[in-house]
């Protein structure tokens, strides 16, 4: 198609030659200036339809004449979006004069060439950067064809409200700080807290097509329950999409698992993405539903969102880094939480375990001398035997010391005490055969991995309704499970890490009718790394745990 314009003014030397970047001069005639179209040439100096377009209703004095053909002409060159769902990515088809003018722009958000065909060239693009770049087409462009509306913001049709809940300022506070955030960020706040009830504010908030990941299948059911309990969105809205329930709704719930296998199918469908116990989500694997996810809106939830290996950083990219947080501290000074106490409580290994643990040290200091764990871990990684043989004793040293017959003993000790209170109360341990032992020992409840859901459940309901218990429980109560309110924890065994630490003090502090504070014991073994690791985390107070990271 071959468009003509003319220019009846005078131009000036730089307005001529910023003409001849978009066209050809054909010469004088009836007093006007003469030219030709040259898409092909604007391109290649830098030019797209909405700087042609401009040009032209600037200078051509017959712009209304050729308006519609210049529009028809500049709609030949528009992108076209697509979805590839077998690869979880947008495809780009674009004129090949488009591609090498756009190049260098596409590659700053890590664009792939995808081949060619004709006269067109396919570029892919990560699903959590096509806003941007389809912002930027849209800004260079007349027209961007997304005949899939993967751009279209998907509401939910219907008015969303909450009920039978009234958000706390600091709720209210964390969503307006999400709100300012541009709909995006990740919200730290203790267990117990009520993060989802924020989220479920988000949901309300935006009235948009939800996809919320949950830790477990548990979770998924909880969330489920939450939004049918706390809005007036009706049962039909709200799918769950794991296992064999497999039902797309407006929100639909699923697991990081699920979410990892069917984030293809699952992205073009939602415009806000809510991801609980965000934690998680730096694992490779899990990082995946991020990167491929569509939704400009995104949430992420978690107690203890700092990881020791920081990893955490890669979060921000992903979901507009931390925009609240407060410490559990903060939160029982307010009201919100139980006021707690932490006691260390110290034992020793016996003789016979006392020598087999500097045994073990003494060959583990014979293999990797000074080095630091973290240069053990990566020569092991590497391949090195004797950084391989090292952690082999690392392992079981810390499983020596977590089984410790003093830790155990201590453990009946302090349960059978408070329970005698009247207290509830619950055991954390790393190991299952340590805490099928606990258990038998109190005639207590029981959790783990390993246990059957609908002896779960009956646990879990004795459990909540009984006025005094003991519940002993391996990592599966770490996260992924709501266990009802108790007021006093026995760590017996667990990674020495602080998150799990907060994690297992967070199961303890949902405020009392009574006001009665809750009390975490930490049992430690004397003169062994635990003790380090207890002296570490009292030179930092709790609620330094987030400060020093996030400020």
Do not use: C
């Amino acid at each position: 198609m071959t468009i003509l314009f003319r220019v009846r003014r005078w131009l000036e030397e730089d307005e001529f030659k910023e003409l001849l970047n978009i066209a050809d001069y054909l010469g004088y005639e009836n007093n006007e200036k003469v030219f030709r179209l040259n898409i092909d040439k604007a391109y290649r100096n830098g030019y797209f339809p909405a700087d042609v377009k401009s040009l032209l209703s600037k200078y051509a004095s017959n712009y209304n004449e050729i308006v519609k053909s210049l529009e028809k002409l500049l709609n030949t060159y528009k992108p076209v979006f697509e979805w590839v769902q077998s690869k979880g990515v947008i495809r780009v088809a674009l004129l090949k004069q488009v591609y090498w003018a756009i190049k260098e722009q596409l590659k700053r958000y890590n664009a792939r060439y995808g081949g060619s065909l004709d006269d067109r060239v396919f570029v892919e693009i990560m699903p959590y950067q096509a806003f941007e770049i389809y912002r930027i087409f849209k800004e260079l462009f007349i027209e961007v064809e997304d005949p899939e509306n993967l751009f279209s913001e998907k509401s939910l049709m219907f008015k969303p409200e909450l009920k039978d809940v009234e958000l706390r300022p600091y709720q209210v506070e964390a969503l307006k700080n999400w709100v300012e955030n541009g709909y995006r960020g990740i919200i730290a706040l203790p267990t117990g807290s009520g993060k989802s009830i924020i989220a479920i504010a988000g949901i309300v908030k935006t009235a948009v097509r939800t996809l919320i990941i949950a830790y477990t299948k548990e979770h998924v059911l909880q969330w489920r329950n939450f939004i049918l309990k706390y809005t007036n969105i009706p049962p039909h809205m709200v799918g769950v999409f794991y296992s064999e329930e497999k039902r797309l709704a407006p929100i639909t719930i699923t697991t990081y698992q699920s979410g990892f296998r069917n984030i293809g199918l699952l992205s073009p469908y939602f415009t806000m993405l809510i991801v609980d116990e965000v934690h998680h989500l730096p694992a490779e694997k899990f990082r995946y539903i991020a990167l491929h996810s569509l939704a400009t809106y995104r949430m992420g939830l978690s107690a203890t969102p700092i990881r020791e290996d920081g990893k955490h950083e890669e979060l921000f990219p992903l979901l507009g880094g931390i925009v609240y947080y407060k410490s559990p501290s903060e939160l029982a000074e307010m009201g919100y939480l139980a006021p707690y106490r932490v006691v260390t409580v110290k034992v020793k290994l016996t003789p016979q375990e006392e020598k087999v643990y500097r045994e073990l040290r003494r060959k583990y200091k014979e293999l990797v001398g000074d080095k630091k764990f973290e240069e053990v871990l990566e020569l092991a990684r590497r391949g090195d035997p004797r950084a391989i043989e090292a952690l082999k004793i690392h392992g079981e040293m810390r499983a020596l010391l977590a089984r410790s017959t003093s830790k155990i003993e201590k453990a009946v000790e302090l349960a059978k005490s408070e329970f005698e209170k009247g207290g509830k109360v619950i055991i954390f341990t790393q190991y299952v055969d340590q805490a099928v032992e606990l258990a038998k020992r109190l005639g207590a409840l029981l959790l783990t991995g390993e246990t059957p859901d609908d002896v779960r459940r009956r646990a879990l309901d004795e459990f909540k309704s009984s006025k005094r218990g003991i519940l002993v429980v391996t990592t599966v109560g770490d996260e992924g499970i709501d266990i009802p309110d108790a007021n006093v924890g026995i760590i017996v065994s667990g990674t020495g890490s602080r998150r799990q630490f907060i994690q297992r003090l967070g199961r303890l502090l949902r405020p009392k009718p009574d006001r009665s504070e809750a009390v975490l014991y930490e049992i430690i073994l004397e003169k062994t790394v635990e003790e380090y690791q207890a002296a570490k985390r009292k030179r930092v107070e709790l609620e330094e745990f987030f400060k020093e990271d996030l400020e």
